[in-house]
């Protein structure tokens, strides 16, 4: 019995470490993984400590050691068409906010949509291209989902130009939907886009444009899946709104009609619960 149970633990480390070596492979390549062949034996010799409780790679440890060890190359000698793949199986909608907000923190507003397929079955798969001189970070980017409760449970690079990433957010939340308190007044001072906020019970919410600025209200009501549940729009200046919210809504977009600068002095929210 023991034998047997020894045997069992040595397949499973077996497994792990060839699954981990091919990880690896896939962020630096073969021809790399070759040549570093003995570093990489010593990196990684608890290889354990690179998979979590479900035996899943943790790819932030992961990228991580390769980075600061100079096993992680990103950089081209002049600008390059970068290709990214995102594959994701739970709420395309909801999960394509996700990863285009996470580019948007690091700094990536520019690119080109390539391809955005929804499956009936909730899959996503979104590709775009972009001319940049170096790859998107994969460990900032990682670390991006992570905020957002998500995490990726592939990486590939295909060649220097190619990147594949699968994507799980079957656990994701908005890391920047402010959560209102009911009966509480919340200032949202000037805002880079428009607000996103989380609002979990309530049937009004009461709006009040700072004086000084010139709100054509424009407001979009989601549910979990980010949805689109109602939206309102309001071709007239507006000083203050209250607006019924709608079944299942779990968040909402609040933006001004024509453009932000016509809120550059903020607004104040209250909410009033169920």
Not at 169 to 195: C, H, M, W
């Amino acid at each position: 019995m023991i034998k047997k149970l020894l045997l069992i633990f040595t397949c499973a480390i077996v497994l792990n470490a060839n699954n981990l070596d091919e990880k690896i492979i896939h962020l630096i390549g073969n021809q790399k993984y070759i040549e570093n062949k003995g570093l990489i034996n010593y990196l990684f010799s608890k290889q354990n400590d690179f998979y979590d409780v479900n035996g899943n790679i943790k790819y932030v440890d992961l990228l991580n050691k390769l980075q600061e060890n100079g096993l992680l190359h990103l950089g081209f000698s002049k600008p390059e068409n970068l290709t990214i793949t995102f594959n994701i199986n739970h709420d395309p909608i909801k999960s394509l906010k996700i990863v285009s907000d996470s580019l948007k923190s690091l700094g990536y507003y520019h690119y080109f949509t390539k391809k955005l397929l929804y499956t009936q079955e909730g899959t996503l798969e979104w590709t775009i291209n972009l001319k940049t001189e170096a790859a998107i970070d994969p460990l900032m980017l990682s670390k991006e989902f992570g905020k957002h409760n998500s995490k990726p449970t592939d990486i590939i690079k295909e060649g220097q130009l190619t990147w594949i990433y699968d994507v799980d957010t079957s656990l994701s939340t908005f890391n920047d939907a402010k959560d209102l308190v009911s009966g509480e007044q919340i200032d949202l001072k000037k805002p880079l886009r428009p607000y996103f906020l989380k609002v979990s019970s309530a049937n009004k919410i009461l709006i009040k444009s700072k004086f000084g600025n010139r709100w054509f209200p424009h407001i979009v009501f989601y549910d979990r899946h980010l949805t689109i549940v109602e939206v309102i729009k309001k071709e007239q200046r507006h000083q203050n709104l209250e607006v019924e919210v709608p079944q299942y809504t779990r968040y909402m977009k609040i933006d001004d009609l024509f453009t932000l600068a016509n809120i550059k002095r903020g607004l104040s929210v209250t909410i009033k619960e169920k």
